[in-house]
């Protein structure tokens, strides 16, 4: 199996979660973007002030996960360790075949890759001065875990946009993606996104 069979092709920025071990041994799980190079190559472009970073530079690794859950992404991305709350990766993950890294047990598929290079870069943006590491890895191993095609939902597109604007300190458009929520999802669905995000909107 090839990357561009789960839909990480060269040139498209997918969003996914990344999935690694602390030096505890506790796991770490953060949404970001991962840009396919073609081949067996990825490219992830993290904080250098993250556990993700850390991470990745100090175990050479890490896991890709491909998931479909609205109200995982908004875990990932608010809840968990350095994030002000308890860590709850710790009962979603079991540890991956290949790398020394773990996959969430609720993902389609995941991706084990590996550290090839690690390039440093300080960049503005709307948030500021940031230093970055570009990080490009190979996948080592492919797992799918769910069948696919899964149908697109903006109930999760609209979580992954909350997940993004939360985790860095914006609340100004959550409500609007919520209503895409509660109009997309069903109603059991709808309503733990709402009231998983109402815990942390001021």
């Known amino acids: 199996m090839v990357l561009s069979s789960i839909g990480i092709c060269r040139g498209r920025l997918s969003e996914v979660i990344v999935t690694t071990y602390h030096s505890d041994g506790a796991p770490n799980a953060a949404p970001m973007g991962v840009l396919g190079l073609g081949g067996d190559n990825i490219l992830l472009k993290v904080h250098r002030d993250t556990d993700t970073f850390e991470n990745i530079r100090r175990e050479g690794c890490c896991v890709v996960n491909v ?3 609205p109200l995982l992404f908004l875990r ?3 809840v968990g360790r350095h994030k002000g709350s308890k860590v709850v990766e710790t009962l979603d993950v079991l540890r991956a075949k290949v790398v020394s890294a ?8 995941y991706v084990e890759a590996e550290l090839l290079s690690c390039e440093y870069v300080n960049r503005r943006d709307s948030f500021g001065p940031a230093s970055v590491a570009k990080m490009t890895l190979k996948a080592v191993n492919i797992v799918v875990l769910s069948p696919f095609p899964v149908a697109p939902n903006r109930g999760l ?7 993004v604007s939360l985790s860095r300190g914006m609340e100004k458009d959550v409500q609007g993606y919520l209503e ?5 999802l069903p109603p059991e669905e709808s309503e733990a996104v ?5 815990s942390f909107v001021g």
Not at 102 to 109: A, E, L, S, V
Not at 180 to 184: A, D, E, Q, R
């Open 76 to 78: 990932c991305a608010l």
């Open 180 to 184: 895409v929520v509660k109009k997309t």
């Open 102 to 109: 773990p996959y969430i047990k609720g993902t389609n598929t």
């Open 157 to 163: 597109f609209a979580a992954i946009e909350i997940a």
């Open 194 to 198: 709402v009231d998983f995000v109402n």
């Open 67 to 69: 998931v479909f859950d």
